[in-house]
């Protein structure tokens, strides 16, 4: 999986708590991604970055909040779990702003 | 926004047949397309890439063909084995924008 390494990969959560998923890559590679996917949407992004402290939005950032303080770690926080937040996660990593590498997922269940 | 899509969300094929799954476009300026597999419980895997000054692309036992005139992907799977039965996805790239995921194709490989 191109040293990308997601944590955790399973999480449930309450409504209402904050949540952190870490994204951790050994490759320096430039860009990191946060997606989510559900059934009928496919992939959608939610956060990037294209460098140390560089992040922006996605077309589903509403409810999130990102950090890159270096450049392997990418951390994506909900700071109040609701439970159309649960999905399964994916973080991806490039090099150049073309083909991007996917972890293995979370998998966060907000009840 | 305008978005990938697909024609078929299902394809079953047998074993040692090809298989072409076939993804739609509707913008003109995209540049930039890319094939990915997902197999159950798993991330997204890099299959091919191609760019739209090209009209086709071959890896190894796969193929891309891209039709700009009518704004069409596919993806050629030769000679498929079990192996092959995954969700196949398409993603497009258009200017500075991120890369847009159809929602997917499953293609099951009957033995």
């Given at each position: 999986?191109?040293?990308i390494t ?27 991604y ?27 950032s509403d ?14 926080t ?23 590498f996917f ?5 966060l269940?907000v009840? | ?5 697909l ?7 047998q ?7 076939n ?7 995209s540049d ?14 890099f299959?091919?890439d ?5 009209d ?16 069409h992907?596919?993806l050629q799977?030769a000679?498929?084995q079990p192996?092959d ?8 790239k258009f ?5 847009t ?6 293609l099951?490989i009957?033995p």
């Open positions: 999986d191109a040293g997601q944590s955790p990969r399973h999480k449930v959560t309450e409504t209402g708590t904050p949540v952190t998923l870490r994204c951790h890559q050994t490759e320096n590679h430039r860009y990191m946060w997606y989510r996917q559900d059934p009928g949407h496919g992939l959608r992004l939610i956060h990037y970055s294209y460098g140390v402290k560089d992040t922006d939005k996605g077309e589903v409810g999130y909040s990102v950090s890159r303080s270096k450049t392997e770690d990418f951390l994506l909900l700071e109040s779990a609701t439970s159309s937040q649960t999905s399964v996660y994916f973080c991806a990593i490039s090099e150049s702003d073309t083909e991007a972890g293995q997922g979370t998998r269940t009840v | 926004g305008e978005s990938v899509g024609h078929l969300p299902t394809l079953s094929v074993e040692g047949d090809n298989s072409i799954i993804c739609a476009y509707s913008n003109s300026a930039y397309f890319i094939w990915y597999k997902q197999e159950s419980g798993k991330g997204p895997q299959i091919i191609i760019r739209s000054n090209m086709k692309r071959q890896g190894q036992r796969v193929t891309v063909l891209l039709n700009k005139t009518v704004k992907l596919s799977i000679a498929t192996g039965s995954a969700v196949y996805f398409c993603a497009e200017g500075n924008e991120k890369l995921f159809g929602t997917g194709t499953r099951t009957i």
